[in-house]
């Protein structure tokens, strides 16, 4: 476990570090992220204790989220101000999101001669 942690917080650092040093708008864990998927398709397989200490990660992902619900406590007053703009953001990404994730699923399923749910094959 601790190798696996340590792994995950070197490929974290290293995002940061680059993210940082090269100026980029992207988030440092985001790329730690993709040297580790990097690392992982250079390897061809995921190393049985990385994938033992990440499914209990996953499975305790909920205590990720009690930080952000406290930092939404600390600002309720600025929530009750300006809950529209939020709202409508929440809301148009979440559509957004989903249109986006419908175009690329059929688009790949075409790509790969599937037929999406729906699609009839033409022969």
């Known amino acids: 476990m601790l190798r696996a942690l340590t792994l995950l917080l070197i490929c974290q650092l290293l995002g940061e570090a680059v993210a940082v040093l090269a100026n980029w708008p992207i988030p440092g864990p985001v790329l730690g992220l993709a040297f580790l ?20 990660l996953l499975k305790h992902l909920s205590l990720l989220f009690v930080p952000a619900s406290v930092g939404l406590v600390q600002h309720a007053d600025r929530l009750k101000v300006e809950w529209l703009p939020l709202a409508a953001g929440v809301i148009v990404s979440t559509v957004a999101a989903i249109a986006v994730g419908a175009v690329v699923f059929v688009a790949v399923s075409r790509l790969i001669g599937a037929p999406a749910e729906g699609e009839d094959r033409k022969a």
């Not at 998927?37 to 209990?56: K, V």
């Open 37 to 56: 998927l990097a690392g992982l398709l250079i390897l061809r397989r995921s190393p049985d204790w990385l994938q033992d200490t990440s499914a209990g």
